[in-house]
Each structure stands twice: as structure tokens, then as C-alpha cells.
DNA sequence: CATGAATGAGGCTTCATTCAT
DNA sequence: GATGAATGAAGCCTCATTCAT
């Protein structure tokens, strides 16, 4: 079987997925915003990294904003579609949630289904710059062009789950919008500042533990 | 009186609040950056603003990172004295949770002991800047530098109360930082990414109450 | 009948009136340099406006100059043809004259003979950008091509047409070139520099009345 | 004896007459411009040209447009200065428009005044180059800039002379700047497309010729 | 101490063009 | 014959910074 991500947003010029020197784009840049951060990050480096040009990565991407939205955006629908076949079949509401936030707060594995994809490295991605890509002057426009599409589909999925166990929760999207960036914080906070967390680097799955017990208590009536 | 800010960490190389011209730059970085954007400021464009030159501005801050993190860092005192001043002479627990939720959760008031700040403005930035200036990939020098004290201190603050009130919840620093963090994460969602959250534009205490409930019902034992 | 404008100079690699693509070039070319100007035209904007590639446009065209060449050319004769038409059977050197420079002169009116070719627009570059077709740093490789030939052929015949009214009058030549660019000039000049002109934007006939007295009393003996 | 030439349009960022960077700057661009053609110029080259760097252009002009704006208006100052020197105590009318119109149409001599400034190569770069300032789409804001005011002054105060002579004259303004125009194209003509002209390369005073018959026969009662 | 002048380095972007299908 | 893909080269511009006064 061969599963494509497919972006409902278009914050590509052309659909890297479609050629190889596409996909090296995405393996790499990937690859490289996770070793020298997305301030040092250019189309330069990356053309050498990948034995290629500026111009043929423009032909892609418009720059590098626009990239980091793509990888961002691929992320969060992977993510979905992992909890989606995740919770294929289970019934309970109280379950579902739990598989949910299990999904987004516990470490992430490789998956071999999407070969030119690290998520590992995508996900420490996703932790340190991925609200840049939101925290910007142009976030308006950006969101008007359907940028976050993907993000906020998936929080409304899983608010969705505490309106089912509890329907008279006041503030179903914030607190999982809230669970999702905590998720990425605390383990930010883990790894560089660790006076603002418990959780410690070695024991990543306090994360899940942390998280599943904020938003459990938040929704008791 | 007069009261000054004077901060632990030094991210300066000569003190601002000692000059007239070190006052106008803070002054007018929190101008520039609340309208323009931490990507667009530069040194140049600052110097403009206040009539003076680059090289100037770099008597007083290495670069615009390091400025960054003064303003974010005076932020943190200033919220911490103000906090401070609250507490005093309260002695409940509870209470005193109460008022240090809703002194950072809910929207800045100018305050007139600082006139060469704009509190409201510095909010702006610290609601879509704040996180840059530990996202990166130099985040671990800058906290052996210190510079990150102040927020560090402000949240264990906070947590030593809700020890005080639940000496059994194993979180309160993840906590207090994501209580922090997402007051302002929801108040920029309800901005510009209505769908990531129930807060409104209009009625802004709806973060306080949201934030208070979610922290209260989290370390109920 | 179907009228075709053929020329002599070949600044074209393949003649674009002799495919749907070619035509669509031309049309289209004329429609884009007269919105954004000379500066800022180039092989890729034209290809996305009529939806091929900027390889297809190389077939037919080696660079946005000798596109230039191409539709300026075309203009000529396409005047030039025009003149003619309305000369014939006239006998009177001195009505013959007047006719040329009205012709030249007045407003450019679109000719149905040519559909994909709208002379308005052509007008508009010509006046605005043809004296950058030859003011290069290459005139005079382009003369030896023979790319200004149409320009130059116009300009004679009109000049014979001043030595058969004054054989005597020692600059026919001089005084027809200035006439043809002192139409466009002051058109240009009415429109954007009024400063420098009597002509006004709205009575255009103006130029017709300025221009056929300035060369009727300078070939008076 | 020092003159300076003020001109009242600034088209630059920092005036390049007050330092000696500044200096270089202009007198190179004249050389450069005038070997290689304003479109193959750019900053680089004219960096490399005066040992110094883009970036230290960039200090005094912000694009080449904006130096090939100050270059023709220098020109047009320093002609205006030269005529109106020559014209001191000059009385009758007809004297003065001679005098005028061949100090504009004959070739341009150095003036020793201004060492960093080759007044033969500028009047070339104005015969090839200076219609290219204002045929572009910006003419409009550039216009509103102040960008042509010396041209236009100039302009102005020959075409006050033509109304002296004979104040009923219709088009004094058009007349001149025809005039102008004219005897730069022309001379362009001689040296590269010798078909449109009479005037040859060598007697280079026909253009005075030319240009003073055609004035004084048009504007002949 | 503040500033005016200058600059090295590099980011971002487009152009014009070629090659393979 | 037309097009999709790719690219080398260069243009344009700004940043962050230093030096001399």
C-alpha cells in the first residue's frame, strides 16, 4: 500500500510530492531546520545540501515561511491521520480522548509508510518553530489563504471528544489548543529550560501523563 | 516616588535606564516591534525612529535578540512586582492564586509608575514575541547566561502557592508555565485564529476564567 | 480579404503570425507591456498570462528586445500601410503631407483588419517605450540586422514627400524623425509632464495642429 | 572661485557632494554609464569600479533609476547655469533664444569648474539615457518627487523667450522641449542610424543649424 | 559618549536559458 | 512543436557591525 499526505492548503507552487527533486527538498530541509534552526535556515543551504539551486527550490516554494507551513501543515495531517486509524472501532468517548492525547503528547516514531519523511525530526520541528509560523504580521492573510487549515481541524476533532463527554464545557477548542502547544512546551521546557517543567528529559512519557491529567480534570463537571 | 525596574540579567551592555537615549530606545523598540513585527525591526529602522544611529544603538545592546529579551525580561519583573504588591497581605492560598492568575491573564493596564513604557504594547510583544526569544537553536548559552531568570522566577512563584494549596500535585511548575504560555497563546488565537479557541475579541475576561478553571480544577486532589 | 503585416526584419527565431500560439504571443505581449511597462515585462509573466511555458515563447522570440523589435516593427508598417492606403490618388505633395502627419499624429484608432493586434495598446508603447528599442548599447548591430529598417522606410518616404514641396530645404530626413518622435513625445508629455507642453491630455488633437505647423513653417523658403 | 550645483530635486539618500565617497560615486557612475549603457550598469560593477561596496552606494542613491535621475538633473542645472551666465546682459529676445538654443545643441565642451564631473560623457549619457528617467511607470509619483523640476524650469525659461518674441505663439513649451529632445536625438541619429538624419557625425554644428532654423521658422508670425 | 561614514557578508529573488521528453 | 523541469548567474538589497572622530 502506498499512502500520500495530500495538503488541503496549497502553500506550495508546485506539489513537491509530484517529483524527486521535490521530495529531496522535503527530506532535506527537514533534515536541516532540525540541525540549525529555522533563523539560520536558508534556500542556499539547502540547494548545496542537496546538490541542487536556489531557483529550483523557488520553483517549489515561495520562501522559506511558506516551506515551514508545508512541513508544519504535513505534520498535523499525518498527526491526524495516525489518530484517526487510532481510533478506528473504539466506541468510548473517554477512550477516544485518551488515544488522542496519547498520540500528540507521547514521543514520536518513524513511520515507515512515508519514507522521505523523518517524523522524528519533523516533530522536533513542530516543537520549536512551529508557531512561528503563526506569530507573524501576516497571520491574517495566512490564515485567510487556508494556512492553518490542517492544525485547526485536528484541535476541532478532538474538542469535538470533550464535547461528547462533556457538552456543557465551557472551552472545548482552547484547552485543546492549549494540550496541543503545552505538549510541545513542556517538552521544549524539558530538554532547555528545566526550572519551568516537572517532566525531565529521560522520562518523556510524564508528558502524557501531565497532559492527560490537566485536560481529564479541566472537563469533570 | 520612583520605582525602577531593575533586572537580574544582563542582557544589556549599558544599562538603558541610565541615559536619555537608553530610555528612548526602550521606549521606541516596544513602539517599533508592536507595529512592525520582531522580523521586520532592525537597528536601522530603530535608530531612525528616534533620530540617532545604529552604531549608537549598539552602545547599548549587542543585537536585536538581546533587546528582545531586556524587554521581555522587564516584562517579567514588572508583572512580578505587580504581583508582589497584590499578595500583600493576603494570606490565603486560594486567594492568592486567584490574584496571580488574573494579574497575568487579564489585559494590561497602562501603569504610570513607568512612563517610558507602554505596558499594553510591551504585552502585544510579549503575547507574539515572547516565545522567540527562547525558541532557538542559542537557548541553552542564553540560559546559562541568565537570561531567562526572571520568567523562571515568576512561575516558581506561582507554583510554591499552588504547593501551598496541593502539596501532592507532581506539576506546578508545567502548570503554572502552560497557564502562562497559553494566556497568551488564547488571547493571540482569539485575535487571529478564532477557530483555536471559545475567547472572544470582545469579552476579554473570558481568558482569566478560563485559565482560573482550568488551573483550580487541575490540581484538585 | 485578409490583410497580413509582413516584415522585412526578422528579429523573430519562428514567425509568430504563422501559429494560434504565436498570435497569442503577440496579442498577449502587447496587452502585458502596456499594463506594466518594458521594466518589469518578462517571458515568464507572458507565459502565465497565455498559459504555456517560457520555453515555448524562446521558439519564437530569443529575448524580450527583439519582442520589443518585433511589435514596434510591426506598428511601422502597419502605419506605414495605413499612409499609403490614404494617399492614394492624392496628387497634391502639400495634401499628401498633411495626410502623412495626420496620420502619424492623431489618435491611433483599432483596425479591424487586424484582430489579435490591438493599435491602441501598440500606440501606447510606442510612444512610451520604442526609442529604447534602438537607444542600446547594440543599435548598432540591430541597424546592421536591418531591425530598424520599417522605422527608417517610413521616415524617407515621408521625407520625400518635404522635397518634392522644397527640394531646397537641406534636413527632410532630420525634420521627419523630430516630427514622428515629437508626436509621441508630447503625447507622453501631455499625459505625465504637462509642464512641458501646450498639448492637454483630453483636446489630442492638439498634436496634429502643433506638429503640421512646426514642419509646414520650417520647410518654407 | 568654488561652484557647487544645488539641485533642488533629491532623488539621492545622503548628498553625494558632501563627502568624497560621494564624489567618486558620481563621477564614476558618468564613466561607467557611459561605456557600458545604463542597462548592463549596476551598483556591483560601479562598487568594483571605485573599490568600495554595494552597500556603500546604497548610502547615497537608492537604485540606479534614482542616480540616473540625479546625474540629468545635475546636467539640466549645470546647462541652465551655463545659460543663463551666457546671457548676462544680453537684451534683445532674438539674441538671447540663439544663444540659448546652441548652448543646449552644440557639443559639449568640460567645464573646468567641476573636476569630478565629465560633462562630455553625461551629455552622451543624456542623449542615450535620459529619456529612460521618465518613460517608465512610475513617472507619475517620480513627477510628484520634484524628480524633472530642473528639466522643466529649463524648458520654461527658454519657451519665456519664444513668448517674447512672439507672444502668440501656441506652443512655446512643446516647442522647446521638441527642441531639446530633438537635438539629442539627432545626434543619436548621426552617430547610429545616420538614415533617419542629414546630420553627419563630423560637422557636428548642424544640429545648432538644424534646431535654430526649425525653432525661428515655427514660431514666425 | 555619541555619531557619521563605511563595509563585508550574505540573504532573497528573478532572469534568461537549456535540456529532456 | 510544445512543454515540464531544472539551473547558472546575477541582480538587488539589507543586515549587522566596525572604525574614526
Do not use: C
Amino acid at each position: 500500500m502506498r499512502i500520500q499526505i495530500k495538503l488541503s492548503e496549497k502553500s506550495y507552487i508546485k506539489d513537491p510530492d509530484t517529483t524527486d527533486l521535490g521530495r529531496k527538498i522535503v527530506e532535506n530541509s527537514i533534515k536541516l531546520i532540525d540541525e540549525i534552526g529555522l533563523e539560520s535556515f536558508t534556500f542556499k543551504k539547502l540547494s548545496k545540501e542537496i546538490g541542487s539551486t536556489e531557483a529550483s527550490i523557488y520553483r517549489y516554494f515561495e520562501n522559506k515561511h511558506k516551506l515551514l507551513i508545508y512541513l508544519i501543515s504535513w505534520y498535523w495531517n499525518w498527526l491526524e491521520y495516525t489518530i484517526d486509524y487510532q481510533l478506528n472501532n473504539i466506541k468510548s468517548p473517554n477512550e477516544r480522548l485518551k488515544i488522542a492525547i496519547e498520540t500528540f503528547s507521547k514521543p514520536i516514531k518513524a513511520d515507515p509508510n512515508f519514507m522521505h519523511v523523518d517524523e522524528e525530526a519533523l516533530h522536533r520541528i513542530v516543537i520549536s518553530e512551529s508557531s512561528k509560523a503563526y506569530l507573524t504580521k501576516e497571520v491574517d492573510e495566512d490564515n485567510k489563504e487556508g494556512y492553518f487549515r490542517s492544525y485547526k481541524r485536528l484541535v476541532d476533532k478532538i474538542a469535538q471528544i470533550v464535547l461528547e463527554i462533556n457538552s456543557k464545557y465551557k472551552y472545548p477548542h482552547s484547552l485543546i489548543s492549549t494540550a496541543v502547544e503545552s505538549a510541545h512546551n513542556q517538552r521544549f521546557f524539558a530538554q532547555h529550560l528545566p526550572s519551568l517543567t516537572e517532566i525531565t528529559k529521560t522520562k518523556e512519557d510524564e508528558v502524557v501523563d501531565y497532559i492527560y491529567h490537566l485536560v481529564n480534570q479541566t472537563i469533570k463537571s
